[in-house]
């Protein structure tokens, strides 16, 4: 009988990335500033600037008038670039709209071949909600957070405050969710509040440290996660290093008990994310669970008050990401009508009757347990901040 999978893995929406670094350059050699690059680690930025130069003024000039007959009139020319995102196959338009009509925030699309690929919903602070907006001043595309995303770092100014906001980028994945551009509010603010200056290289300073792939060991690299961590969190983050492998190298626990989790792990100079905010404690599911070096994790879920368990194992595979090992669909009723809920006629059997399925295929209580590893433990956050660079100093 077929059986469909209805769990909708938190584990494989966005949160698996990384990250990293920098190298600025313009080719005007269409005529156009275009930023682009083969390995998506590199910063493309720009910051508004004033030129004397009569030639340079006409160059300008015509490039604008080239770019707002392709995007219209509202198109902010000088921050408009064609680049190469992670998120996306070949070069991509990168085009900041000013307010326009009714419109009282700035505007954003990532577009390629005349489609919009992309809206970036704007990311305004709450104090400024009631301002009007004045300029883009500053446009950068680099790997904030070391997940192998390209994120967008911007810089804005309404009235005349001016202000970080950033966009994690996040790519399709294998379970078909679109790729999209996501503000950090959050971070955006502490980055905003926390420099005297605002540029993009300060901005990059604060947030990340060595390049990714040149870490000297894992508490360096754990150390520049965790601060970043802290730019991200509203000031209730917590931290904790784990045997999940067996490998003699811990990996790192970020997270808010009892509301999300993320792993990272570190291999040969790189930090890898394995888990990014996996949401817990509601919708059935009370966490994530592994067994102390044995490269394993569990995760249960639930569904019509435990009538459907989902169960997943996963382990950490040989690209430094967790693959999914198994997930096993068990129903704990009948289900006569094969349409993979429980029904009102099918109550008599809640909870009298158990059947489970791995890729739509029955198998027994005895497959099932096969998975298991051993005595399971929560993956918690317990260290403070203070704690955890204790811990990776000694």
């Known amino acids: 009988m077929f059986r469909r999978n209805t769990l909708d893995w938190n584990i494989s929406k966005r949160h698996n990335l990384q990250r990293c670094c920098a190298c600025i350059f313009a080719l005007l050699t269409a005529g156009l500033l275009t930023a682009c690059g083969t ?19 006409d160059t300008q000039s015509s490039q604008a008038d080239t770019l707002h007959k392709q995007f ?7 921050q408009t670039f064609e680049v190469e995102l992670s998120e996306y196959q070949g070069k991509v338009w990168f085009v900041p709209y000013a307010p326009s009509g009714d419109e009282q925030t ?5 577009m390629q071949d005349g489609e919009i690929l992309a809206d970036l919903y704007p990311y305004v602070p709450e104090l400024l909600e009631s301002a009007s907006f004045t300029s883009l001043d500053a446009v950068a ?22 202000f970080a906001a950033i966009y994690y980028g996040f790519a399709a994945d ?14 955006s603010e502490n980055i905003t509040n926390r420099l005297k200056t605002l540029t993009i290289p300060e901005i990059r300073s604060l947030t990340q440290g060595k390049k990714n792939g040149s870490f000297t060991d894992y508490q360096e690299a754990y150390e520049t996660i965790s601060h970043l961590s ?14 999940f492998d067996g490998d003699d ?14 792993l990272y792990t570190y291999h040969d100079g790189t930090v890898y994310p394995l888990m990014d905010k996996w949401a817990y404690g509601a919708m059935g599911n009370a966490g994530y669970e592994y067994v102390p070096g044995k490269n394993n994790l569990r995760n249960y879920n639930t569904d019509y008050a435990g009538l459907i368990l989902y169960t997943a194992y996963m382990k950490i595979g040989t690209q430094h990401s967790l693959e999914m090992v198994a997930h096993i669909e068990t129903l704990n009723f009948d289900d006569v009508n094969g349409n993979g809920i429980p029904d009102e006629e099918e109550e008599a059997s809640f909870g009298c009757y158990s059947v489970s399925y791995i890729d739509d295929k029955e198998v027994s209580p005895e497959e099932c347990d096969s998975y298991n590893a051993g005595e399971y433990e929560y993956i918690t956050p317990i260290m403070s901040l203070e704690e955890l660079l204790a811990a990776l100093q000694q």
Do not use: K
């Not at 219209?72 to 000088?78: A, D, N, Y």
């Not at 680099?142 to 309404?158: A, G, K, Q, R, S």
């Open 72 to 78: 219209g009139e509202s198109c902010i020319t000088e």
């Open 106 to 110: 700035l505007r954003i699309q990532i």
């Open 249 to 262: 190298t811990p990996e790192l626990v970020t997270g808010v008990e009892g509301y999300y989790i993320s």
């Open 230 to 243: 802290e730019l991200e969190s509203s000031g209730s983050l917590e931290y904790n290093l784990i045997d």
């Open 141 to 162: 595309f680099f790997d904030v957070n070391y997940d192998n995303c390209t994120d967008i770092v911007l810089i804005e100014t309404y009235d005349d405050t001016s």
């Open 39 to 57: 390995d998506h680690d590199t910063i493309r930025s720009t910051e508004t600037t004033s030129s004397s130069h009569p030639e340079h003024n």
């Open 174 to 187: 294998a379970d078909a969710y679109e790729r999209y551009f996501f503000s950090q509010s959050q971070l």
